[in-house]
């Protein structure tokens, strides 16, 4: 159960400062109230230093990929302002309340890291029962992809199945898609919220099992006095950035139709360029 913030500009580094405004930035951070299981950010820009290799090494990619993870609750993290003032032209951000007695280890922090790919995701893939996905010893994982992931949660099978489709040839919206539709044959109640970059692309996908807010996640937001915030807890919305480019969020902080966002329906995947800013709403 997590929050999720990402965005893509038209190729120029932008901090989420920049792209959201310091209020609502101070507002998603106050998430991490409730969502004190750790945080972690994704940062794609342009390589402060040109690669070398008179050290010994190869040359660094074009791009480079900043990542930083905690366990430690956003609110309480003293470098989270450093990374909101930080300049990208893409970005992922994750706020974790874990589920399903996942542990609350480094390696399940997102963002996960694999491929040149960052991915986050906010679901419990559970089964009726309650059952998550990874003590279901018969579900198929492809060993490797999920090595990869360097996690050992829902979230990392979830990025282990992409990655799979990836491998099999599939553009890397189409993989996210293909992903859900395999893992809904077994899991077909749970969310499969989430948001991949590349070094190209930016996509964000709405697909939650229930879109009604579940009774146990409205208990917990009602512990902090916040229920309130739990009405549209599964939903996505979007809007454009000035001079090019989309970011997209999880509920919890004003966003406004007056301001410029639109939900993201159920089944829909902003599509985006990190090069370009242009983006697409697609379904799967």
């Not at 697909?207 to 208990?219: D, F, K, L, N, Y």
Request: proline share 5%; hydrophobic share 40%.
């Amino acid at each position: 159960m997590c929050r999720l913030l990402g965005y893509a500009t038209a190729g120029a580094n932008t901090s989420l400062t920049a792209v959201l405004g310091e209020p609502a930035v101070d507002e998603f951070r106050e998430l991490s109230e409730i969502h004190n299981d750790g945080w972690g950010v994704g940062l794609l820009s342009e390589p402060v230093e040109p690669p070398y290799t008179r050290d010994g090494g190869a040359p660094a990619p074009e791009t480079g990929v900043q990542l930083y993870k905690s366990t430690v609750a956003a609110r309480y993290d003293s470098v989270f302002p450093d990374f909101a003032n930080a300049p990208a032209r893409g970005a992922l951000w994750h706020l974790r309340l874990a589920s399903s007695n996942l542990p609350l280890i480094l390696e399940n922090q997102q963002p996960f890291f694999a491929n040149g790919l960052t991915f986050i995701h906010n679901g419990d893939i559970s089964d009726e029962n309650g059952v998550n996905i990874v003590n279901n010893r018969h579900y198929p994982v492809n060993k490797g992809a999920f090595l990869a992931t360097g996690g050992q949660s829902d979230s990392a099978i979830f990025f282990s199945v992409i990655l799979e489709f990836i491998g099999f040839g599939f553009a890397l919206d189409e993989a996210v898609a293909q992903a859900v539709r395999q893992l809904r044959q077994t899991y077909p109640k749970s969310s499969y919220n989430c948001m991949i970059q590349s070094e190209d692309q930016f996509i964000a996908l709405c697909a939650a099992g229930r879109e009604v807010t579940s009774p146990r996640i409205v208990e917990v937001y009602d512990r902090y006095g916040r229920g309130a915030q739990a009405h549209d807890y599964r939903v996505l919305r979007y809007r454009g950035i000035e001079g090019g480019g989309v970011v997209v969020a999880s509920s919890g902080f004003a966003q406004t139709e007056a301001d410029g966002w639109t939900r993201l329906h159920n089944d829909e995947m902003i599509v985006a360029s990190n090069r370009t800013g242009r983006f697409r709403v697609r379904s799967i």
